[in-house]
């Protein structure tokens, strides 16, 4: 019998809670049923490390975990400083993944995420084929023209929306070479989950609408739009806003501050609720009516709505982005541009209309089995995988 096909997976991820990192985690497993998975997270977050050992993927340890996994100071005179701070460990990071890749032979290796086609791109040998995982860009300027050049290089790319697929074109890659695969949700783990144990969740009346924001506390996820279109809802003391979420390692404390801040301005302290970080958002979705993602400048996908979609809720999303792919205007939830006047209108519509909500809930439930499913990604990446082993380059 042949030896399985070793595809190398390589990453670099400062959290194990984002939407890539699950999105990764979902996937990688089914994959590993017909080929030899090795993952790679090139700085060595533990967390997430343990995530994909949890779910049987192999995972390659190449070196210890950096004190500090972030670059930081984005926008600021010393940002050139802090990138010079991590020479000494890309140098140490490219010289353990040559060795490694060099004793053996991966039949292909699998980008997930820029960055790291910038940093480790230039140590694979020649004739091993690269398959790139596009997980979104703000716009097509994000793809540096250095970037064109080491992604025509590669066999494939896996876009995660057509909005992402278009901007790669527009950047000037070849289109032979696009594959549009959806994210997919684990529906039956996130409907298991949902009725779990986790912690204390905050008081409700059986009469209360509950509202859900859950991402990391940083600007472009927009908690902030939540907060002001939930201070306008002419029925707000009939509602509650639960925001689950921490804010970043990499500095985003003074934005998480201005939340708390404002939420007291506006005298809603009883009705607006900081989480912090859950493990448990499947349950927190299941407790709430309405999921909420106002991101006010790119969304590539948003997995929290698909989540969302699982458990029968209504969503409403931001016109940035891929969310339109996601949410079906008017059928599974809304789509609204990201400004608190938008959202406050379509949360109140759905507030006043339960059978509404009921039917973009089923609606949304009906449209993840279909389009969004996990059996469905992991063949389309198979097949897509099996192809670039195989096919000749483009170039």
């Given at each position: 019998m042949a030896e399985p096909r070793t595809v190398l997976v390589l990453d670099m991820a400062r959290t194990c809670y984002g939407g890539v990192e699950q999105v990764m985690a979902n996937v990688l497993p089914l994959l590993a049923r017909h080929s030899r998975v090795v993952f790679c997270d090139l700085v060595s977050n533990p967390a997430y490390a343990q995530l994909l050992r949890d779910k049987g993927v192999e995972v390659l340890h190449l070196l210890p975990e950096p004190r500090r996994n972030f670059v930081?100071?984005?926008?600021?005179?010393?940002?050139?400083?802090?990138?010079?701070?991590?020479?000494?460990?890309?140098?140490?990071?490219r010289m353990r993944l040559r060795s490694w890749i060099r004793e053996h032979s991966p039949d292909l290796v699998y980008f997930n995420r820029l960055p790291v086609v910038r940093a480790f791109a230039g140590v694979i040998p020649e004739g091993i084929p690269c398959l790139y995982h596009a997980h979104g860009y703000s716009s097509s300027h994000d793809i540096r023209p250095g970037d064109l050049r080491r992604l025509r290089k590669f066999k494939s790319i896996v876009a995660v929306s057509e909005l992402t697929r278009s901007q790669l074109l527009e950047a000037g890659l070849n289109p032979d070479m696009l594959h549009v695969v959806y994210n997919a949700v684990d529906v039956e783990r996130i409907r298991a989950a949902a009725a779990g144990p986790g912690p204390m969740l905050p008081p409700r009346r059986p009469e209360t609408t509950v509202f859900l924001h859950c991402g990391a506390m940083v600007c472009n996820k927009a908690q902030d739009i939540a907060i002001e279109a939930f201070a306008l809802l002419p029925r707000r003391r009939d509602a509650q806003l639960w925001l689950c979420g921490g804010h970043d390692r990499g500095g985003h404390a003074a934005y998480f501050k201005s939340l708390h801040e404002r939420v007291a301005e506006l005298g809603l302290g009883d009705q607006v609720h900081?989480?912090?970080?859950?493990?448990?958002?499947?349950?927190?979705?299941?407790?709430?009516?309405?999921?909420?993602?106002?991101?006010?400048?790119?969304?590539?996908?948003?997995?929290?709505?698909?989540?969302?979609?699982?458990?029968?809720?209504?969503?409403?999303?931001?016109?940035?982005?891929?969310?339109?792919?996601?949410?079906?205007?008017?059928?599974?939830?809304?789509?609204?541009?990201?400004?608190?006047?938008?959202?406050?209108?379509?949360?109140?519509?759905?507030?006043?209309?339960?059978?509404?909500?009921?039917?973009?809930?089923?609606?949304?439930?009906?449209?993840?089995?279909?389009?969004?499913?996990?059996?469905?990604?992991?063949?389309?990446?198979?097949?897509?995988?099996?192809?670039?082993?195989?096919?000749?380059?483009?170039?």
């Open positions: 930081g100071g984005a926008g600021t005179v010393l940002r050139p400083l802090l990138i010079a701070a991590k020479l000494p460990w890309l140098l140490r990071s900081f989480l912090g970080w859950r493990d448990d958002v499947p349950r927190l979705m299941a407790a709430t009516d309405i999921v909420l993602l106002p991101s006010r400048y790119f969304e590539s996908f948003g997995m929290v709505l698909a989540e969302g979609m699982c458990l029968a809720r209504p969503c409403i999303g931001t016109a940035r982005g891929g969310v339109p792919e996601v949410i079906t205007d008017g059928v599974t939830g809304l789509i609204r541009e990201p400004l608190a006047g938008p959202f406050a209108e379509a949360m109140q519509q759905l507030m006043d209309d339960p059978t509404l909500c009921r039917q973009m809930g089923e609606a949304g439930y009906q449209k993840v089995r279909s389009v969004f499913s996990l059996d469905r990604q992991a063949e389309l990446l198979r097949q897509i995988i099996c192809n670039a082993m195989t096919a000749p380059s483009l170039i």
